[in-house]
């Protein structure tokens, strides 16, 4: 059974910063792209970041361009989301994916709150 498990989220205040983590259990992650989601209330579900098998390719929304970075530890198979410069705009649950393909989603983790205040 392959499990995601997020962790980090919290309250922060507006500049500030947070790292959240996802670890996989039950698959080795280096079988796959990796990938963050976040839903604020009352809005669709929106792709933050995304990195391939290797590390070697990322994928940003342009919304967090230049303040989150995206990293993998295969060896620890977790996925980690850096978020700096944080606003408040950004408070919504966020969610680790596992994909094979761009667009399919295998797992998701049941997430993790990141609250910013102004």
């Known amino acids: 059974q392959v499990q995601l498990v997020e962790s980090g989220g919290g309250l922060v205040q507006a500049g500030g910063s947070l790292s959240l983590s996802c670890t996989i259990s039950?698959?080795?992650?280096?079988?796959?792209?990796m990938n963050w989601f976040r839903q604020a209330p009352g809005k669709e579900r929106e792709r933050v970041a995304s990195?391939?098998?290797?590390?070697?390719?990322?994928y940003y929304a342009n919304s967090v361009k230049g303040r989150f970075t995206i990293s993998r530890d295969n060896a620890k198979n977790s996925v980690n989301l850096q978020m700096n410069s944080l606003k408040p705009e950004d408070t919504a649950v966020y969610y680790c994916?596992?994909?094979?393909?761009?667009?399919?989603?295998?797992?998701w983790g049941q997430g993790t709150q990141v609250t910013v205040s102004s």
């Open positions: 990195i391939t098998r290797s590390g070697y390719t990322t």
């Open positions: 994916a596992a994909s094979m393909v761009e667009g399919a989603y295998s797992y």
């Open positions: 039950g698959r080795t992650i280096s079988t796959y792209n």
